[in-house]
T-cell receptor
Framework: NAGVTQTPKFRILKIGQSMTLQCTQD?????MYWYRQDPGMGLKLIYY???????DKGEVPNGYNVSRSTTEDFPLRLELAAPSQTSVYFC?????????????FGSGTQLSVL | GQQLNQSPQSMFIQEGEDVSMNCTSS?????WLWYKQDPGEGPVLLIA?????ELTSNGRLTAQFGITRKDSFLNISASIPSDVGIYFC????????????FGEGTQLTVNP
């Protein structure tokens, strides 16, 4: 199993550009999450999904969109990039169910908006 | 806003020393988790706690779920250089469904 795979690893955007951060997992996990990590800070939840076709907002959803058309894929879309979206983005997944909180993280996407 | 207070923010220790860090909240949590993040990587789960008072070890790491359900502690014994990294606590509240809240992290530096 490759686990959680994120692409790209690094990206620089100009203000107003759009892009999609890709995330795929091959563990047949039901739950998938997108977090952002600002320097010296913890992880803030952007969006999450409890299964294909179901998505919900986290703490900081403004400026982002997601979709979950398959169990494996959970792309994060930035429509009009702003400097405040400069951050490291992590995708994560877990199987779900009682006492099964183990989140598997991708290696992150470092995004700069200039 | 941030609901978990993690301390200390950073620690500089000598190899062989023991380390303690903690997370506190004004809310009750059903689950406490401790993660470690190496530079350029995503966090990796170290220990998961599911019951108040639970004490769980993973090698040199020991974590406890506070009996008030509002705090958790992580101890690392006999630190080694590869313990360097950022340690995060995370918790799930009764009312938060499948969402975790993360602390702001403790940056650990171990001097050989």
């Amino acid at each position: 199993n490759a686990g959680v795979t994120q692409t790209p690893k690094f990206r620089i955007l100009k203000i107003g550009q759009s892009m999609t951060l890709q995330c795929t997992q091959d563990m047949n996990h039901n739950y998938m999450y997108w977090y952002r990590q600002d320097p010296g800070m913890g992880l803030k939840l952007i969006y999450y999904s409890v299964g294909a076709g179901i998505t919900d907002k986290g703490e900081v959803p403004n400026g982002y969109n997601v979709s979950r058309s398959t169990t494996e894929d959970f792309p994060l879309r930035l429509e009009l990039a702003a400097p405040s979206q400069t951050s490291v983005y992590f995708c994560a997944s877990r199987l779900g169910g009682a006492a099964n909180e183990k989140l598997f993280f991708g290696s992150g996407t470092q995004l700069s908006v200039l | 806003g941030q609901q978990l207070n993690q301390s200390p923010q950073s620690m500089f220790i000598q190899e062989g020393e023991d380390v303690s860090m903690n997370c506190t909240s004004s809310s009750i949590f059903n689950t406490w988790l401790w993660y470690k993040q190496d530079p350029g990587e995503g966090p990796v789960l170290l220990i998961a706690l599911y019951k108040a008072g639970e004490l769980t070890s993973n090698g040199r790491l020991t974590a406890q779920f506070g009996i008030t359900r509002k705090d958790s502690f992580l101890n690392i014994s006999a630190s080694i250089p590869s313990d360097v990294g950022i340690y995060f606590c995370a918790g799930r509240r009764e009312t938060s469904g499948s969402r975790l809240t993360f602390g702001e992290g403790t940056q650990l530096t171990v001097n050989p």
